[in-house]
């Protein structure tokens, strides 16, 4: 296939593409010469791909439109004080003191927010650090109208949760990826130790899960079946839960390059999300779970097939 081996090339023209839109404009410079380097190295053909997907980009920018007074939508993260609230116009950081749950629709008055902007270098940019996580609205909850609770593979993990609060931290820590603060000296001590990657959801969870769905649907099924039904049980359970980058791209990866790897290598699969990923949300770029999900596997994938040598 003619764009096989060459989805790289096409997705650092748009990572540098979306950097110099957002980050510097000194990008567009690199993006030139490389360019210029593609055409002399491959050919223009592949240069024109990377032109289309620019131009692609440019069209795709999110539109942040006017914010309402009265807003409705599904709880997707909740959090002590705030939660994330997913409207037709957009996602919400909703600041309230509701008792709020994961999935359930509600619907407020709301008063609008600004975002925090850094003012110092180096300083922490809330605005950049939500648009990362495509939320472009900020609010605090002036009178709840509304509220509906559903049932969802969350709340039926949630319900079976430990009645030791200790214990109920870990279990929504490990099986939900949600991190309470009363946790924090814990987390930071496994951080310290390099042992938090054992407790946050990665994509090593994702790969010991279907490896262990594929053994157990092995005993009664045939292969290709015990692969299907692992696929489906595996995303049914990362998209019941609020949304975790690190596991959505174990499991796109390891979905689409067992799906598509007569015609591309785990490299162009790899490519082809952080492509994807740039189109969804050009902010991505800022979001640290992003770059360090996709460059580790980046990374894997180069050294994998590395001898090492023993002196």
Request: charged residues 15%.
């Amino acid at each position: 296939m003619f764009i096989s081996y060459h989805i790289f090339y096409y997705a650092l023209g748009c990572l540098l593409y979306v950097m110099g839109m957002y980050l510097h404009p000194i990008f567009f410079i690199g993006l030139f010469i490389y360019c210029i380097w593609m055409m002399y190295r491959l050919n223009l053909t592949h240069v024109l791909i990377v032109f289309v997907l620019c131009i692609g980009l440019y069209f795709m920018t999110p539109k942040v439109s006017d914010f309402p007074t009265t807003i409705e939508g599904k709880v997707m993260k909740i959090s002590e004080k705030y939660c994330y609230v997913q409207c037709d116009f957009g996602t919400v950081k909703l600041y309230h003191d509701e008792d709020f749950n994961y999935g359930d629709t509600i619907k407020a008055e709301v008063e609008t927010y600004d975002m925090y902007e850094a003012t110092n270098d180096n300083a922490f940019n809330e605005k950049i650090y939500l648009y990362s996580l495509k939320i472009f609205y900020k609010a605090k909850l002036t009178c709840l109208l509304s509220k509906t609770s559903h049932t969802s593979l969350y709340t039926i993990i949630e319900s079976r949760f430990s009645s030791n609060q200790d214990v109920n931290d870990y279990q929504r820590l490990f099986l939900l990826g949600q991190r309470s603060s009363t946790i924090d000296e814990d987390y930071t001590s496994l951080s310290q130790l390099s042992l938090v990657h054992l407790f946050a959801l990665s994509g090593m969870h994702v790969h010991i899960l279907f490896a262990l769905l594929m053994q157990l649907f092995g005993f009664i099924l045939q292969k290709h079946i015990s692969k299907i039904c692992s696929y489906i049980l595996l995303a049914f359970y990362i998209f019941s839960i609020p949304m975790n980058i690190s596991l959505y791209r174990a499991f796109f990866v390891m979905f689409l390059y067992d799906l598509l790897k007569e015609w591309f290598n785990q490299l162009d699969v790899l490519s082809l999300l952080v492509i994807l990923s740039l189109y969804y949300n050009p902010y991505i770029i800022f979001n640290i779970t992003f770059i360090f999900s996709y460059f580790i596997y980046f990374i894997v994938l180069l050294t994998q097939n590395k001898k090492i040598h023993h002196y």
